[in-house]
């Protein structure tokens, strides 16, 4: 035997040393990484102190653990320890360690130690040198392994305290503000989007060629100027129909409902309908701007007394507009965005939510300054559809009469429909088809009259027929009206009403966008429908 065969020999006695060292390693921290599971088990399943954290697949993280903590901590033993094993095992009285000390000490006698060790090693089994004894060992590490595993199946989650309760309710707000911020994030992209895609629309486009048709239209040529107003006319109306349609542009035209309830309307939400009317939302992106501002003040103070007041501000403000929303706009998702923002709001002083709940919070009074910003949008290009319907009848008036000409100076120097819309209206009213500045003495001349009434012959015989219309105040026939003294059922006449008004309104708005009603009858027309209040409906028997 050489000595290559001799140092294989001591390698693989290492090797099994290190073996033994490693199970032992591992043995010792299954029992140590078991009894501290089975601690913070107990104080989480059974006291509900710590989260529920240790279900079944969790047990495997202990003999993950004690493997992993074997593989470090265990050290491959070093040569001269191997060599006093094998010279213990086998009796040699030190031959295997004076062996390895040769190169180190050197002598004489160096051969002769290597020619008995080479013989003496041929009977050396490495086995015998270390042997395995591990089956106590993981006896022992299983059964621990495995107490763990049924506890984690079959022990129930105890909450004495409630704190169990507490963990899972804050946990599900959580997800419900996460999954509500990834919604507002896709809302707002889409409104971005929306707006910038909308920023010259098919409506631009189409006033723009009526404007075109304005500017290019000849006295002489009443049926070509027509056959054009004609053709815009139908696809402007079929376009304000379309945003009429809208629940915004029914809800801007109520009246306010706050004054209906006796609450006095402020000047500023006051403000803010009447910028909406017109298209414009700076006073509300002052608001959400100030809302802003108390929100990064909130986010900034650790005072809780400073907290409580900043977050009393923010409510108050946002119920404010709240009650805005809910009283002059009929827009679902603005109104689960203003309550959607209450609720993050009233989390802001939850531990563990407060963080996330402010960053909610400020994305959406984004979200909310994005919705104001798409509905104003939306009410300018229906005012300016309005204009343009409105310039659009009174050029038919006037190219009757011959007295539309585009190349009028008025005419050019128009800036918009509702410049051509006042101009006209001028023009009709020298032709005494409209309000004009003049003082003529009524019906005999051109401009507004004086008053008074035209001269009639009474003597004069006409079929005039004085009768007073049988119509119904809603679709139906009456087959029977029976009379009866009692207290009436409360809120029914009034809901059939309060739907009948609306009708007649939304009638009455329609017929003075597609027939031809003269521009002098609109702002009475609308005056009276307006003056139908909802409140009229109620029943007092």
């Given at each position: 035997?050489?000595?290559?065969?001799?140092?294989?020999?001591?390698?693989?006695?290492?090797?099994r040393g290190w073996t033994a060292r490693a199970g032992g390693t591992g043995y010792r921290a299954v029992l140590v990484l078991s009894a501290i599971y089975g601690v913070l088990f107990?104080?989480?399943?059974?006291?509900?102190?710590?989260?529920?954290?240790?279900?079944?697949?969790?047990?495997?993280?202990?003999?993950?653990?004690?493997?992993?903590?074997?593989?470090?901590?265990?050290?491959?033993?070093?040569?001269?320890?191997?060599?006093?094993?094998?010279?213990?095992?086998?009796?040699?009285?030190?031959?295997?360690?004076?062996?390895?000390?040769?190169?180190?000490?050197?002598?004489?006698?160096?051969?002769?130690?290597?020619?008995?060790?080479?013989?003496?090693?041929?009977?050396?089994?490495?086995?015998?040198?270390?042997?395995?004894?591990?089956?106590?060992?993981?006896?022992?590490?299983?059964?621990?392994?495995?107490?763990?595993?049924?506890?984690?199946?079959?022990?129930?989650?105890?909450?004495?305290?409630?704190?169990?309760?507490?963990?899972?309710?804050?946990?599900?707000?959580?997800?419900?503000?996460?999954?509500?911020?990834?919604?507002?994030?896709?809302?707002?992209?889409?409104?971005?989007?929306?707006?910038?895609?909308?920023?010259?629309?098919?409506?631009?486009?189409?006033?723009?060629?009526?404007?075109?048709?304005?500017?290019?239209?000849?006295?002489?040529?009443?049926?070509?100027?027509?056959?054009?107003?004609?053709?815009?006319?139908?696809?402007?109306?079929?376009?304000?129909?379309?945003?009429?349609?809208?629940?915004?542009?029914?809800?801007?035209?109520?009246?306010?409902?706050?004054?209906?309830?006796?609450?006095?309307?402020?000047?500023?939400?006051?403000?803010?309908?009447?910028?909406?009317?017109?298209?414009?939302?700076?006073?509300?992106?002052?608001?959400?701007?100030?809302?802003?501002?108390?929100?990064?003040?909130?986010?900034?103070?650790?005072?809780?007394?400073?907290?409580?007041?900043?977050?009393?501000?923010?409510?108050?403000?946002?119920?404010?507009?709240?009650?805005?929303?809910?009283?002059?706009?009929?827009?679902?998702?603005?109104?689960?965005?203003?309550?959607?923002?209450?609720?993050?709001?009233?989390?802001?002083?939850?531990?563990?939510?407060?963080?996330?709940?402010?960053?909610?919070?400020?994305?959406?009074?984004?979200?909310?300054?994005?919705?104001?910003?798409?509905?104003?949008?939306?009410?300018?290009?229906?005012?300016?559809?309005?204009?343009?319907?409105?310039?659009?009848?009174?050029?038919?008036?006037?190219?009757?009469?011959?007295?539309?000409?585009?190349?009028?100076?008025?005419?050019?120097?128009?800036?918009?429909?509702?410049?051509?819309?006042?101009?006209?209206?001028?023009?009709?009213?020298?032709?005494?088809?409209?309000?004009?500045?003049?003082?003529?003495?009524?019906?005999?001349?051109?401009?507004?009259?004086?008053?008074?009434?035209?001269?009639?012959?009474?003597?004069?015989?006409?079929?005039?027929?004085?009768?007073?219309?049988?119509?119904?105040?809603?679709?139906?026939?009456?087959?029977?009206?029976?009379?009866?003294?009692?207290?009436?059922?409360?809120?029914?006449?009034?809901?059939?009403?309060?739907?009948?008004?609306?009708?007649?309104?939304?009638?009455?708005?329609?017929?003075?966008?597609?027939?031809?009603?003269?521009?002098?009858?609109?702002?009475?027309?609308?005056?009276?429908?307006?003056?139908?209040?909802?409140?009229?409906?109620?029943?007092?028997?």
């Amino acid at each position: 035997m050489s000595t290559a065969d001799i140092d294989r020999m001591l390698r693989r006695v290492s090797f099994r040393g290190w073996t033994a060292r490693a199970g032992g390693t591992g043995y010792r921290a299954v029992l140590v990484l078991s009894a501290i599971y089975g601690v913070l088990f107990i104080l989480s399943r059974l006291l509900a102190l710590l989260p529920d954290w240790f279900g079944p697949e969790m047990v495997a993280i202990v003999p993950a653990a004690a493997m992993l903590a074997a593989v470090l901590w265990a050290r491959r033993p070093a040569r001269e320890s191997v060599s006093r094993l094998v010279d213990t095992a086998a009796g040699t009285k030190d031959l295997f360690l004076t062996y390895t000390l040769l190169d180190k000490c050197g002598g004489e006698y160096g051969p002769l130690v290597s020619r008995q060790a080479e013989e003496k090693a041929v009977e050396i089994r490495p086995s015998k040198v270390v042997a395995f004894e591990f089956r106590r060992k993981v006896g022992l590490a299983a059964l621990a392994l495995s107490a763990l595993l049924l506890a984690a199946i079959f022990v129930p989650q105890s909450d004495p305290f409630g704190l169990h309760a507490e963990r899972d309710e804050l946990a599900r707000k959580k997800k419900e503000l996460a999954d509500a911020r990834s919604a507002m994030q896709i809302r707002i992209e889409a409104l971005k989007k929306k707006r910038e895609a909308a920023a010259v629309t098919k409506a631009d486009l189409a006033i723009e060629s009526l404007e075109q048709v304005f500017r290019t239209a000849k006295p002489e040529d009443r049926e070509g100027n027509l056959k054009q107003l004609i053709e815009h006319q139908k696809a402007l109306g079929q376009m304000w129909d379309q945003k009429r349609r809208e629940s915004l542009a029914r809800a801007l035209k109520r009246e306010d409902t706050a004054q209906r309830f006796g609450q006095a309307d402020s000047k500023k939400l006051s403000q803010w309908k009447e910028e909406l009317k017109k298209g414009e939302t700076e006073a509300i992106r002052k608001e959400l701007g100030e809302m802003g501002r108390l929100l990064k003040k909130l986010q900034e103070t650790t005072d809780p007394a400073e907290q409580e007041k900043l977050r009393e501000e923010l409510r108050k403000r946002l119920q404010e507009m709240k009650e805005f929303a809910k009283s002059n706009l009929d827009m679902a998702d603005l109104d689960q965005a203003l309550s959607q923002a209450m609720e993050q709001l009233s989390m802001c002083n939850c531990k563990g939510l407060s963080a996330e709940s402010m960053a909610a919070l400020g994305e959406s009074l984004s979200l909310l300054e994005q919705q104001f910003g798409d509905m104003a949008d939306a009410m300018r290009q229906l005012q300016s559809l309005e204009d343009a319907l409105d310039a659009l009848r009174m050029a038919k008036a006037l190219n009757s009469t011959g007295k539309l000409d585009g190349a009028q100076e008025g005419c050019r120097n128009c800036g918009g429909m509702a410049d051509y819309a006042a101009y006209y209206r001028t023009l009709l009213g020298q032709c005494g088809l409209g309000a004009g500045n003049g003082t003529g003495p009524g019906m005999g001349g051109a401009g507004t009259g004086q008053g008074g009434l035209a001269p009639e012959d009474e003597g004069q015989e006409t079929a005039f027929t004085p009768e007073k219309s049988r119509s119904e105040l809603r679709p139906g026939k009456m087959l029977m009206d029976w009379k009866v003294k009692g207290i009436s059922n409360k809120g029914q006449v009034n809901e059939e009403y309060l739907a009948t008004v609306r009708e007649v309104q939304q009638n009455a708005s329609e017929a003075i966008v597609h027939e031809e009603v003269p521009p002098g009858y609109h702002d009475t027309i609308r005056k009276y429908f307006g003056t139908i209040n909802e409140g009229d409906g109620k029943n007092d028997e």
